[in-house]
Every structure is written in C-alpha cells, then in structure tokens.
C-alpha cells in the first residue's frame, strides 16, 4: 500500500529565545532500507488573537511535525532544548516495550531535559498502526509542543475499508492570549482553578470566529465524490470537544491504535488523549463547508464557550466560494451538540466496538478500584493569597484519596533501577481506603485527598481489572485517563455507583474498544481489562492536565519477567541527569 498524500497546511514558525531543535531519523525495519534526517533550528514568534507571544514549539512549527512511520519502524529523535524551561516529550499510545527511558513524563521514566542539554528517544513501532501523537510532558509545555504521529501498515498490508483518496491530520488544541506557563504558576500560586483558554484551534489556527483570525483560518480543498481519512487528535489541555463537518457524515473506523467496526456519525466525541479516525466523502454539492470543534463540558467548572473553526473547500465550488471572496456566502455552518449534552457523549462512545472479535482477560490476578476525582486542601489561613479556591482552600485531585506528588531529586524509573530508596513507596491502595456513597451526597471529612508518591506493584504478565469510579466531590466529570505503556479494552461503563455484582456481567468480553485513553461518564465509571506485559515504571493520569497539576495519578510498577526479552532494557547513556 503507498502511503497517502497529505493535504499540507503553509507551516509557520515560532520560537524567539525559545525553542526546541528536534532533529528525528526514521532507521528502517527489515523491510526499508530507508534513512531520514531532518534537522530544523529556525525561530520566530506567534501571532494569534491580534497578539504576538514567545512561544515554545519544535522546529519553529506549530504544530509540530508529524511522523509517518510503518509498523515495525525504529524512530531515532534527538531533542536539543534551547528553550528557557525544562523539556519531556511523550509518545503518546506507543507501547514501547521494555523501554520505559523513552517514555517521557518528566520524574517518572526521567528527568527532564534542562536548557541547553539534550537526549536521544529510540524506540521501535512493534505491533501498531493507526493514529497516535506525541507531546511534551513537562507542566503545561505541552499546550503548544506537539505532533501527530501517523502509522501505516506495514508493507504488503492494507487498511481494513477502501483506501482513501486523500488523509488529513486535524489536531486539536488550546490557545492562551499569554504565556501558558505563567497560567500554570499562577493556579499553582493561588491553588486556585487555571484561567480557562481564550480559544480553540485547528492545526494551529482558532478560525473565522475569532479575533485576527480569519485570513489564517486551515482550509482543505477536496474533489467532489473523493473520500478522505480525516486523522482527528485532541490535543486540547482541559477539554473534550465535539467536533463535526457541516452537512456531512463521518465514518468512524479506527480509535488511538485499532480499528474498529464502521459506523455514521454526525458528531464525534473526542477526550483530551484520544484520537479518533473517520471517512469523510466528499458527497455535497460544490461549495464551503465548515468543519468545528467546541467544549463538551461535563463538569460544574468555567470552561472556553468558543468554538474552532476550520473549512472545507469542494475544489469545484464557484471561484467567489471557493476562495472565499467578499460576494461569496459564508460556509454552511455543522450543528454541534449543546456543551453539557451528556447523552449524545455517552451515545456516541457506546458504539465504538473493536473490528473483530478480541482477545480479552477474564481469568483475573488483579481486580483493582480506583475512585477518581477533585478535593480541597484546606488552609490554616483561608484568607491567604495562597488560598483562593472555593471557601478559602486550595483545589486538588486524588485516586483512592491519594494525590500524586513527583519527585525532585530523581525519576522514579531511575530509582527503581538504582534500587535507590525513599524516592516511593509500592503501597498505593487497591481499592478506595473508605467506602462512601462515590457519587452521592459525600461527608466534607473525606474531601481532603493525603499526598504521596505511592505506586502499585504489578506481576509480568499479570491480568489486570480496573474499574475507575468518578465522585461526586467538588463536582462529577468525565476524566480522560490515560496509562502509559499499555494498551488495554474497555469492557464496561455506567452512571451512578459500580455494582460488581450487576454489572460485570453486562461487560462486553466479544469486542470492546481497545484504547490507552478513555473517560468514564460523569457521575459514573468504566472498566478496563488489560495484561501488564511491559515490565518498568508506568505512569497513569488524567489528561486534564489543570487534573494532573492537582495530583490525579499514580504510577505502576510492572516487574521484570523471567525471561530476557521480559525485562527493562539498560537506561541510555545521555539519559538526562536531575
């Protein structure tokens, strides 16, 4: 199968005396022969919203750029940190098995790269195609360093469903009208919720419905009976978004690294994490349509009202329409659900179904429950500065009542092969340490989470249950969470309470969905079941990263099997100090 062209946006740059030089080199499997270097160092600033910003990104683009690589490939990315703050980056759904040193959170598989250091990720595709991405993973340097990753078949293989005309990445983002990490420190300051975004983006751009936006706004042309493969990414900092094409209906066939059963949609639902692959045929009549992504908001929180815009251009539509000239007509606008429309959510995640039947645990060696969800910290002085979350206290986020604190000294990866101690603890709760009424009326005694870095052990090859259970404290929402190093099927979700009794035998063992990141409904929960075949330290988290700041993760910590190849590789030599 040859790779599919593109439709390629006019890359812009950005980077003034920040910057990350990301040179990455494809080294070919047993298959290719074939060796590329790219080596990028430009710098520039952003402009957006009629205001231009320093802002860190990865060879002056933003986004950044995408790999495509096939199934088996081995990817060599060398990342030199010119920019002013501490630098991870994460790809995101790659198992890379053994080699938790490519991983990428910062303090849990390594330190971060400092300025003016750098460090080589090396890790091989094995046993994955489909739509990933990568990120940095280092506070909130994320929100504009990021990329997608595209995986095609490998050679001599096929996509399941008729192979497009065309495909098209849509990313997904969140834009600030200032400097993101001063967002974060001051949340972190004043323990207080972060300012939300000032707007969303596609590929970079916010659209037609913003401020200084309109000459930039993405738009892809198509021809008029075409069908495209439209890769859709959400890498949004704290929201999930609906997302859909004006008079046209998707195709879902594949979500994060499998395919699934094909299904019509007019909207999707996307988590913060996820990605998401739909056909779109090109089956209109000739003019501008818009395609938008807006907020699904499934919390009682403040969140960005706006919506994204991109359009799609029928290369045959009249010139005036096509090009969007000032006698044209503005392009037909999608209907998007209404930002709490919890039903079309859940009803759109319930039809996404594995393509074939599938290999699921049920034979189970840990049955693991996880309460998930928001806290306060309360405050000697409620009047402090230091204190302006709800009532005078300070937000946080827990599992099992545990709020996840990183170490400073060392990774957690790096400890664990030292065998250095005091770093963590291997005593993190299987279950919740006081059972309540999750997603009731809870008693303020238990809304104040204990910090710790506190893991869980886990036996190679070892089957695994998880049930992660929403609370209703502070407020229910839908969490994105996201495990590293695993992949791992959805077999069941519900609202209210988990009942082992009732509802496990409802879960779906023939095709669930198999994911890395998946949100449970607000006010409800989902269960997962996978095997911990990939030994090493793996993070787990909420994709909400105002989430994360707060504490809602925790790590396992997959122990080596007896066999060699079942072992954590040795840590590269340039692995970077702390």
């Avoid at 994955?128 to 995986?151: F, K």
């Avoid at 996307?270 to 056909?279: D, K, S």
């Avoid at 790590?555 to 066999?563: K, M, P």
Wanted: overall charge negative; some cysteine.
């Amino acid at each position: 199968m040859d790779i599919p062209a593109l439709i390629t946006v006019k890359p812009w740059s950005s980077c003034l005396l920040l910057g990350v030089l990301f040179i990455f080199a494809f080294v070919a499997s047993l298959s290719h022969a074939e060796i590329q270097f790219h080596e990028f160092i430009e710098a520039k600033p952003v402009k957006r919203l009629c205001r231009t910003h320093n802002t860190v990104t990865v060879n002056g683009q933003f986004p950044g750029p995408t790999l495509q690589v096939r199934d088996g490939d081995t990817l060599i990315i060398t990342t030199i940190n010119r920019a002013q703050y501490n630098i991870t980056l994460h790809w995101h759904g790659v198992n890379l098995k053994g080699n938790p040193w490519a991983d990428g959170p910062e303090y849990v598989t390594q330190c971060p790269i400092q300025p003016g250091r750098s460090y080589t990720y090396q890790f091989t595709i094995e046993g994955q195609e489909g739509t990933l991405w990568w990120h940095a993973h280092s506070r909130w340097i994320r929100a504009t360093v990021y990329g997608a990753i595209i995986i095609y078949p490998r050679i001599g293989s096929s996509y399941p469903f008729p192979v497009p005309n065309r495909e098209i990445p849509i990313l997904l983002g969140e834009w600030w009208d200032k400097n993101p990490m001063d967002v974060l420190m001051q949340a972190i300051f004043t323990g207080a919720a972060p300012n939300v975004s000032d707007a969303f983006t596609i590929n970079g751009q916010p659209g037609d419905l913003y401020r200084c936006s309109r000459r930039e706004t993405v738009r892809f042309q198509v021809e008029a009976g075409e069908t495209v493969l439209l890769r859709i990414i959400n890498a949004a900092m704290n929201q999930e978004l609906f997302f859909g094409v004006a008079n046209h209906n998707l195709t879902v066939v594949g979500v994060d690294t499998s395919y699934t059963k094909a299904f019509s949609t007019s909207v999707i639902m996307i988590a913060p994490g996820q990605t998401t692959n739909v056909l779109l045929t090109a089956d209109q009549p000739p003019a501008r349509y818009y395609m938008a992504a807006r907020a699904y908001n499934s919390a009682n929180v403040a969140f960005d009202n706006t919506t994204t815009t991109a359009i799609l251009a029928y290369k045959s539509a009249p010139c005036n329409a096509k090009n969007g000239g000032s006698n044209s007509s503005a392009p037909v606008f999608p209907t998007l659900p209404g930002f709490n429309d919890t039903a079309t959510a859940t009803a759109y995640t319930a039809q996404i179904r594995s393509l074939h039947e599938v290999k699921v645990p049920t034979v189970i060696d840990e049955d693991l429950f996880f309460t998930v969800g928001l806290g306060l910290i309360n405050c000697s002085n409620p009047n402090s500065p230091r204190c302006q979350g709800p009532n005078g206290t300070r937000f946080a986020a827990s599992i099992n009542n545990v709020s996840f604190e990183f170490p400073t000294g060392n990774s957690l990866m790096q400890a664990y092969f030292q065998d250095q101690p005091g770093v963590f603890t291997t005593d993190f709760p299987p279950v919740p340490p006081i059972k309540f009424d999750y997603t009731g009326n809870v008693s303020r005694v238990l809304w104040q989470p204990l910090k710790g870095t506190k893991l869980y052990k886990l036996k190679f090859g070892s089957s695994v249950q998880l049930v992660w259970q929403d609370t209703s404290i502070v407020t229910v929402e839908d969490h994105p969470m996201h495990l590293h190093g695993h992949e791992f099927y959805v077999v069941g979700s519900g609202f209210g309470n988990f009942n082992p009794s009732t509802d496990t035998p409802k879960f779906n063992l023939i095709d669930p969905p198999r994911r890395n990141t998946i949100g449970m409904p607000p006010g409800g929960w989902v269960a997962i079941r996978f095997v911990a075949n990939n030994p090493g330290i793996w993070f787990m988290h909420c994709h909400l990263d105002s989430h994360l700041t707060w504490g809602l993760a925790m790590a396992f910590l997959v122990e080596n099997g007896d066999e060699e190849l079942q072992a954590v590789q040795s840590p590269p030599l340039d692995l970077p100090p702390c």
